[in-house]
C-alpha cells in the first residue's frame, strides 16, 4: 500500500483545528493506520495551538503528514522562526508548554527544525507496520493473507475432489471467522468493511439470481 507525503496549507486559527483533525483521521483511514487516529489527531490539536498561542491567530501554516521508515511523521510549519516549541509539566495549572508536554507523552520523538523562512515541529508515531508500504502485522491479517494463498489455490481446477468433509457446525464456525480475518484484512488495507460486505452481498445476489434462472 502505497502511502504517499501529503500537506494542506492553512490559517491558524482555533477554528481551523478541527477540520485538520477530521483531515488526517479521513487519511490515516486510506492508509490503513485507523489504529493511530486518536495520537495523531492529539498531535495535529496540540502543534496547531502552539502556533496559535506562541505565533498568533492568524498565522499563515502548513501541515505536512509522511511515513519516515516505520513511523508516521507530523509536522507543522510557521514562519516565525523566533518562538520555539518549550517542553514543561503538563499540570492544570500551566498552560504554557502543556500542549508539548501532550505530544511528547503520546509520540516516540519530537523535535524543531529551523530554516531560512519557516520553522518545522515535528512529531513521529509508531505505526506497528512490517514495512513502510506494508500493514499492520496484526494475527487476523495475518491469517486473512494465508486464507487468500489457500484460497487462491483451491480456486485452480482439480481432476478429483476429497473425499473428506468437515462437519456442518465446525464448517460455518470456520467460513465466519475467515469473514472476519478478511474484514480485519480489508480495514488494514484502508477500506471500509461495511462498504465490502454491501460489495460482496450483491455480487452473491446477482449470482444467485442468475444461478436460479439457470436452474
Wanted: glycine share 6%.
Amino acid at each position: 500500500m502505497p502511502r504517499k507525503p501529503w500537506d494542506i496549507a492553512f490559517t491558524a486559527e482555533p477554528a481551523e483545528v478541527a477540520a485538520l483533525r477530521r483531515i488526517m483521521r479521513l487519511h490515516l483511514g486510506v492508509w490503513g493506520l485507523q489504529h493511530l487516529v486518536d495520537e495523531a489527531e492529539l498531535c495535529v490539536s496540540e502543534l496547531v495551538s502552539n502556533v496559535i498561542t506562541h505565533v498568533g491567530p492568524g498565522t499563515p501554516a502548513t501541515l505536512a503528514v509522511s511515513m519516515k521508515s516505520k513511523h508516521l511523521r507530523i509536522e507543522v510549519h510557521d514562519p516565525d522562526t523566533r518562538v520555539l516549541p518549550a517542553l514543561r509539566d503538563a499540570d492544570t495549572d500551566a498552560e504554557e508548554g502543556r500542549g508539548m508536554a501532550l505530544v511528547d507523552a503520546v509520540a516516540d520523538r519530537w523535535g524543531v527544525l529551523l530554516c531560512p523562512d519557516r520553522k518545522i515541529t515535528w512529531c513521529e508515531l509508531a505505526t506497528r507496520l512490517a514495512t513502510a508500504d506494508g500493514h499492520v502485522q496484526a494475527s487476523s491479517v495475518v491469517r486473512a493473507e494465508a486464507l487468500l494463498s489457500h484460497y487462491v489455490a483451491a480456486a485452480q481446477p482439480r481432476h478429483k475432489a476429497g473425499a473428506n468433509r468437515v462437519a456442518s457446525t465446525v464448517a460455518e464456525e470456520t467460513v465466519i471467522a475467515a469473514i472476519t480475518d478478511f474484514l480485519h484484512w480489508f480495514r488494514a488495507h484502508g477500506r471500509d468493511a461495511d462498504d465490502m460486505l454491501d460489495r460482496a452481498q450483491m455480487r452473491f445476489e446477482a449470482e444467485n439470481g442468475v444461478l436460479g434462472r439457470q436452474g
